[in-house]
């Protein structure tokens, strides 16, 4: 049977590093480190991923504040606040959740938020650093896989990775994550030609496609490791939804160890997100 990679274990266990960072910085005499959510209208999914935020900073001692907007916020108010925000020295991280109501143009809220207090990494000064691997704030979800799979493979030089799906969220910078950690990395995708064959040859495979149950049992070796970003809603054969990955996870047991869903990577999204609010009030305090 493969290892369960424990995500929340390992997120825990980040949460207490990130709680003494906290403690360590509060005792120096630094501010409480802050970090400010913007929720825009009433998106449920997104209700629930901000209640969970502003929860876990509590927890490590994060000092949270949430701005919820109404719907029909113009993208001039959006922008004011953020500038604000960008001025204000108790908030160091900014986070605005996305999706955005269609009248407001994302990529240009996004970029607004100043590259030192962009904790989800999104803005292009951020993704540029990761690019050229000169620092700079790393994306939450790609950070957390590659926490996972050094908890599995301490080292990852010269290692085989295949990475499925090219999303600049999860895709693209883990594969310069994965670069800079000296593996030997192959992007690919659901329009990749003959991709359970180049799955077979990875030592690792990180699965973020968006497409439920895609990598089927064949298309693992023996002893890869299988960390699955994946999260769907699906109906079961008994009729009751369930969540599942990109991973058939049943047909996976032969691999040396793998990341449940739910309770694998997406733990620790929200544990990377607290250490990069922390990492950001160092930078801006210390
Ligand atoms: N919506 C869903 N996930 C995320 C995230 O990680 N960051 C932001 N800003 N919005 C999201």
Redesign the pocket.
Same mark, same amino acid.
């Given at each position: 049977m493969a290892d369960i990679i424990d995500g929340r274990a390992i997120a825990r266990q980040l949460d207490e590093k990130t709680k003494a960072e906290v403690d360590a910085l509060v005792a120096a005499g630094h501010p409480v480190p802050g970090l400010t959510v913007i929720l825009v209208g009433e998106d449920p999914?997104?209700e629930v991923?901000v209640r969970r935020k502003i929860k876990a900073c509590e927890k490590v001692g994060i000092k949270s504040t949430e701005h919820r907007l109404a719907e029909d916020t113009s993208q001039e108010d959006l922008l004011a606040l953020i500038d604000t925000l960008n001025a204000d020295p108790e908030v160091h991280g900014i986070?605005?959740?996305?999706?955005l109501p269609d009248h407001i143009d994302t990529r240009l809220v996004?970029r607004s938020i100043t590259p030192e207090k962009d904790v989800?990494g999104?803005h292009p000064v951020n993704v540029g650093r990761l690019s050229t691997g000169t620092g700079g704030i790393v994306?939450? @979800?790609p950070l957390g896989v590659m926490l996972l799979l050094r908890s599995v493979i301490p080292d990852l030089t010269g290692k085989d990775v295949v990475v499925i799906g090219k999303s600049n969220?999860v895709g693209k910078p883990v594969a310069n994550l994965l670069l800079d950690a000296e593996a030997t990395v192959t992007v690919t995708h659901i329009y990749t030609h003959g991709l359970p064959d180049i799955c077979r040859q990875a030592d690792v495979i990180v699965a973020a496609a968006g497409a439920p149950e895609l990598v089927k049992g064949y298309w693992v070796k023996d002893d890869a490791v299988i960390i699955d970003v994946g999260i769907t809603r699906i109906e079961g054969e008994d009729g009751k939804t369930k969540l599942v990955g990109d991973v058939a996870f049943d047909e996976c047991q032969h691999a040396k160890a793998i990341t449940p869903v739910p309770g694998g990577v997406g733990p620790m @999204?929200i544990a990377c997100?607290l250490a990069n609010t922390v990492q950001a009030a160092r930078a801006l305090t210390v």
């Open positions: 999914a997104s991923y986070l605005c959740q996305v999706p996004l989800d999104f994306p939450c @979800t969220i @999204t997100l």
